[in-house]
């Protein structure tokens, strides 16, 4: 099982995320550069969170441009699974990887504190260690997690079963109470809650375990 | 733009904030009229906030070394041994003068300055605090400040990626006219490789790295050691606007050069900008610098000589290199697309020499830039403390569970989430305890067990009302904050806020504090390693409240048995370890419900303080509790209520028999007190200890229910006591208070 982690400047949560996918499959992930325009063939890419180009013109616009986009096209293209959390959930609607934009928060701040998800479904790699309908605890910390789509868009999603996860008390203003959505093909996943910040006993519980268990069992 | 030969008129003189005397002193050292340039140097490195020339005498006072002690003040911040090779390297540092200007870049440039005096020194920023103050909550003004502060704090330090995990927040009317905003950092290096300014070798490149320079906050230092008045507005260019982005690139590459090993010297460039970071290499190392302005990257064309050692452009370092592996420092400062120059050389004169457009615009002696620097002793008055108020002289409650509510939900002690949520406390995934409770703790990274923890205290009006008890008091609360979560205290940080020092009365309090905290550091082995003073904090005449805060760093072997506040198990014991409280004097209950800001505050006996917070420390440490909450603003019933809150579990509680008046032992605020639970049957166990250490100790009550039942005086859902806690601060930014 390999994975890989894209950075780019300004990612932040590249560290958090190293460590939750080394501390759960036992290896450590590569490291991928923004710049480069080829990955290696690994079984899971993620684009963590952080402020990739300072936000600057559009959170994730910056990013989407990058030459690693590309070769994450590519991959996803062939079925390789693909994470996106909080600033890379950005980055993919950016890069058009997934539908949807990201707004600022409707309350205006950056809210960093612990939310409630409900689990929409479970046939994802991502998905498929939660049951359906559990509520499950994540920490968000964005500024600009508001998941606005148009109707059409919307009406797909629900009807394409690509809602992965909502929040139960929304804190961004997300429309339908959205916190990630999958891509048609269903191997991609972008969400705004971080689950690499709720995998070990000192962060409080576990419940982001199940999401890079299932994912990297499904690969394996 | 004034050309460098203009004439140097007393007036001239007089705008960059130096004295008649200052000046002369100027002329005596270089023997010649200085160049406008040569002025604007001068100005920079003389003024209060750069040279400490009014307080230096009292901070040799301050104890600095200690076992763990690897670098104490002078550096860009202190260094601290916590075993396994490790050390870690923190400071504070104000951005009071331009947060009041412009709230919001105010503080992100504050948060960046002081990750960038912790990432100099070679340590990834692992955890950040602030200490913030504010006027009334009435105060026209004071919505907004709070408002942009905190926007500023987060947007700087989240988009960096750094952990919020602590602070304060205060709000009184002494700080209408002038806020305080402290910023915190901790970072982690290994104790073998902690990167120094002190430049060595002659003819050595002097390298510029990170932002261009701009016309940003030319002259800020100087802005920052003069009082205001009405023409503030006109400040505002002088504060300068911080670029996170670019910090978090700065930072990578510096500690990936400092990997290669080609850097002798590096020096970030705040306070005066090039002008100090310069200097400082250079005087420390016994060289002279020559710099080719030519040679600094620009973000404005035709910036003159002046502006651009004066810039306080952000995200920018100095360093000196190793020349064979220029190449391969270059690279990787473009591999983050930061700018690299080479500005200067090092040299043997001992000059600071300046070129632009090939001529020399100012040279000077390095040595004495700094060495010279006027120090003053400043005549001073010492505060009268007031005599002490019986509690006898204070009147009772009319009822205790309204006192209470009043008390959890003014706006001094009302929960400051509204504030830490908008800080990422969670990033990097090694948070073990967030905000709210005594103190921020994160796990060391790449370890199991072992953790750090933080915490910023001071209580302004102690100080107020007596200097030297309340320079006690402010390292007496960090250490006790740190052992309540079962740390063992390192050493700390202090952060110096006062008036104006050229009053007497000013510099008494300044004088008070600092001896009152030298005190408490050698009573209780707790070192400061780095610091700050702010001084002039003061808006058309009137003073700030005399603030010295103090951040500290405690070492937990083992998270396992770290501690909480908040109650965990119905049945659990609750305990007062420590003397029962009656002192009332400056206590939130005198300010709350009686309107009187009055008496003497709490004295500390160092002694006793140490001797309970060993007994307690030692306790936490063998598993004995399941909670433990530090007494202090609001006393006991505040410390339970808190308690209860973060639990979201009751508790019934009897005063023990002779604990006098109830008010007295409900709401003072006497020091070196924890309440704690524990499992029943560990109980008697926790007495006999106590009473074998020879600290006083108390069975409360226990734990359980939804309400805090105090026999005979109160009884008040958590639900209620929640209410009045968690809604102060959005009502008030909602503009609804």
Same mark, same amino acid.
């Given at each position: 099982m390999k994975s890989a982690v894209v950075v780019f400047p300004g990612s932040n949560r590249e560290r958090d995320m190293i460590a939750a996918l080394e501390k759960i499959s036992g290896h450590r992930p590569a490291v991928i550069w923004h710049g480069d325009h080829d990955l290696p063939k690994v079984d899971l890419i993620v684009i963590p969170g952080g402020f990739s180009y300072g936000d600057y013109l559009r959170s994730g616009a910056i990013a989407a441009r990058e030459p690693i986009m590309d070769g994450i096209r590519r991959e996803a293209e062939r079925g390789v699974a693909v994470l996106g959390v909080c600033n890379g959930f950005q980055i993919l609607c950016e890069a058009g990887l997934l539908p949807g934009v990201l707004m600022r928060n409707a309350g205006l701040r950056f809210i960093c504190k612990e939310v409630e998800l409900r689990v929409e479904t479970t046939a994802s790699a991502f998905t498929a260690g939660y049951s359906k309908g559990q509520v499950v605890r994540s920490p968000v910390a964005h500024g600009d997690g508001n998941y606005r789509a148009d109707d059409e868009t919307l009406a797909r999603l629900k009807g394409e079963d690509r809602i992965a996860f909502r929040y139960i008390s929304n804190p961004n203003g997300s429309i339908d109470d959205i916190a990630g959505i999958l891509s048609e093909k269903r191997n991609i996943l972008g969400m705004m809650p971080h689950p690499e910040n709720l995998i070990e006993p000192l962060n409080g519980g576990l419940d982001g375990r199940p999401l890079f268990e299932s994912a990297l069992r499904a690969v394996a | 733009m004034l050309a460098n030969d203009t004439p140097i008129t007393p007036e001239l003189v007089a705008s960059h904030g130096l004295k008649p005397d200052e000046y002369q002193r100027i002329l005596d050292l270089i023997g010649r009229t200085p160049t406008l340039t040569e002025l604007g140097i001068f100005s920079a490195m003389w003024n209060e906030h750069c040279s400490y020339k009014s307080s230096k005498k009292w901070l040799r006072t301050l104890p600095t070394t200690g076992p763990r002690v690897i670098c104490g003040p002078g550096e860009n911040a202190g260094v601290v041994d916590i075993d396994d090779g490790e050390a870690i390297i923190f400071k504070m540092e104000s951005h009071n003068h331009p947060s009041f200007i412009e709230p919001y870049q105010g503080a992100a440039t504050g948060v960046g300055g002081i990750l960038r005096d912790v990432f100099t020194m070679g340590a990834r920023p692992v955890a950040a605090m602030n200490a913030l103050r504010f006027g009334a909550p009435e105060h026209p003004k004071t919505r907004h400040l709070v408002s942009g502060v905190v926007a500023g704090v987060g947007g700087y330090g989240n988009s960096f990626g750094v952990p919020t995990i602590g602070g304060e927040v205060n709000f009184h009317p002494r700080y209408n006219g002038n806020i305080l905003i402290n910023a915190f950092a901790a970072g982690l290096a290994r104790a073998d490789s902690i990167f120094y300014s002190k430049a060595e070798g002659v003819g050595l490149p002097v390298v510029y790295l990170g932002s261009k320079t701009g016309r940003d906050g030319v002259g800020g230092a100087t802005m920052a050691s003069a009082e205001f008045d009405e023409t503030i507005e006109e400040k505002r260019p002088t504060v300068q606007v911080g670029d996170p982005f670019s910090e978090k690139l700065l930072l990578e590459a510096c500690l990936e050069l400092m990997q290669t090993g080609a850097v002798i010297a590096i020096q970030d460039m705040g306070a005066a900008g090039l002008t100090c970071s310069a200097v400082e290499m250079g005087a420390k190392g016994d060289l002279g610098i020559e710099l080719d302005l030519d040679k600094v990257p620009c973000r404005e064309a035709e910036m003159s000589a002046y502006e651009m050692m004066l810039s306080e452009s952000q995200e920018r370092m100095l360093m000196v290199l190793r020349p064979e592996q220029e190449a391969e420092a270059e690279a990787i400062f473009r591999k983050w697309g930061l700018d690299f120059a080479i500005v200067g050389y090092t040299t043997d004169d001992l000059r600071f020499r300046i070129l632009r457009h090939g001529e020399v615009v100012a040279d000077l002696p390095i040595k004495d830039l700094g060495d010279e620097a006027p120090e003053y002793d400043r005549p001073f008055t010492r505060t009268t403390p007031p005599a002490a108020i019986a509690a006898t002289d204070i009147a009772e409650a009319n009822d205790y569970g309204a006192a209470l509510v009043k008390i959890l939900g003014a706006p001094d002690m009302a929960s400051r989430r509204w504030v830490w949520e908008q800080y990422d406390h969670l990033i990097q995934g090694n948070t073990a305890l967030k905000p709210g409770g005594d103190a921020g703790v994160i796990r060391v990274e790449g370890h199991e067990k072992?953790?750090?923890?933080?915490?910023? /205290?001071?209580?302004? *009006?102690?100080?107020?009302?007596?200097?030297?008890? #309340? #320079?006690?008091?402010? $390292?007496? =609360?960090?250490? *006790?904050?740190?052992?309540?979560? &079962?740390?063992?205290?390192?050493?700390?940080? /202090?952060?110096? !806020?006062?008036? !104006?020092? =050229?009053?007497? =009365?000013?510099? #008494?309090?300044?004088? &008070?504090?600092?001896? &009152? $905290?030298? =005190?408490?550091? *050698?009573?209780? /082995?707790?070192? $400061?390693?780095?610091? !700050?003073?702010?001084?002039?904090?003061?808006?058309?005449?009137? #003073?700030?409240?005399?603030?010295?805060?103090?951040?500290?760093v405690g070492l937990l072997p083992d998270l396992s048995v770290m501690t909480t506040i908040a109650f965990k198990q119905t049945g659990d014991a609750v305990l007062l370890i420590g003397k029962p409280g009656s002192h009332l004097g400056q206590s939130i209950y005198l300010r709350e419900i009686l309107g009187r800001e009055e008496g003497a505050p709490p004295p500390v006996d160092l002694a006793e303080e140490r001797k309970v917070g060993d007994l307690v420390r030692g306790l936490i440490r063998s598993g004995q509790f399941t909670a433990c909450h530090d007494i202090s603003d609001g006393g006991l019933a505040v410390a339970l209520a808190e308690m209860a809150m973060a639990g979201g579990i009751g508790a019934t509680i009897a005063l023990p028999g002779g604990a006098g008046a109830p008010h007295g032992a409900l709401f003072g605020e006497d020091q070196a007190r924890y309440v704690v639970t524990a499992d029943p049957t560990r109980a008697d166990g926790i007495l006999a200890a106590a009473a074998a250490a020879g600290v006083d100790a108390a069975l409360l009550g226990h734990v359980g229910g939804e309400s805090l039942d105090v026999a005979g005086l109160a009884t008040i859902s958590i639900a209620k006591l929640t209410e009045a806690h968690e809604n102060w601060f959005p009502a008030f930014m909602a503009g609804g208070v």
């Open positions: - | 072992k953790a750090l923890a933080f915490s910023l /205290d001071v209580t302004p *009006r102690y100080c107020e009302a007596d200097p030297f008890e #309340g #320079g006690k008091q402010a $390292i007496a =609360e960090c250490w *006790r904050n740190l052992t309540a979560v &079962g740390a063992e205290p390192l050493a700390a940080t /202090d952060n110096l !806020n006062f008036g !104006n020092p =050229e009053k007497p =009365e000013i510099m #008494g309090q300044l004088v &008070g504090a600092i001896e &009152g $905290i030298g =005190e408490a550091c *050698r009573a209780l /082995d707790f070192p $400061i390693v780095s610091g !700050n003073v702010s001084l002039y904090n003061e808006t058309s005449g009137v #003073g700030i409240l005399p603030t010295p805060a103090i951040g500290g």
